[in-house]
């Protein structure tokens, strides 16, 4: 295996919109994050990819989550919430990306833990910022693990 696929993050974004969801895409090429972007639609997908259900059998463990909290089928609360009640997914780390401030509100009330909230459209350089220093932070947990 390269360096650069062991250096490369895997990001799920899940965005029902794709005007959004392309922009989100050409500002991570744009920022030169190393990474390989995995895309659904909607919240059951989102599940169902998390969770390696069906077609998403195969599907990358992801690093990062970006999550859009409007989403059809299953809103990005439930998503989030099913995230932090599994013990094999509650450390991913997520930012959510939502148009209205909101949600803010109901993820502080339920207490379910995200790692980021912005909203849209996304100021770019802050964007970046963020989603390069998550990969800094991952980059840091595998070198620990190689040490151990």
């Known amino acids: 295996m390269s360096r650069d696929a062991v250096d490369r993050m895997e990001i799920l974004l ?5 005007k ?6 050409q500002a991570l090429k744009w920022g030169r994050v190393q990474c390989r972007v995995s895309l659904v639609c909607d919240g059951e997908e989102a599940i169902s990819f ?3 259900k ?3 059998a195969q599907a990358p463990m992801p690093n990062l989550i970006l999550l859009d909290m409007q989403l059809p089928k299953e809103e990005g609360q439930h998503v989030l919430a ?16 939502t148009g ?4 803010r509100a109901g ?4 207490e379910l833990h995200v790692d980021g909230l912005m909203k849209k459209p996304v100021e770019l350089n802050k964007f970046i910022g963020v989603v390069k220093s998550r ?3 991952w980059l840091a947990e595998l070198v620990q693990c190689s040490i151990a």
């Open 135 to 137: 990969r800094r932070s």
């Open 82 to 97: 099913d995230l932090r009640t599994s013990e094999a997914l509650k450390d991913i780390p997520v930012v959510v990306l």
């Open 50 to 52: 998390l969770h390696r």
């Open 100 to 103: 209205p401030l909101d949600h």
């Open 54 to 56: 069906g077609e998403f």
């Open 107 to 110: 993820l502080h009330v339920q």
């Open 14 to 18: 899940v965005e029902d919109n794709l």
């Open 20 to 25: 959004d969801a392309n922009g989100t895409m």
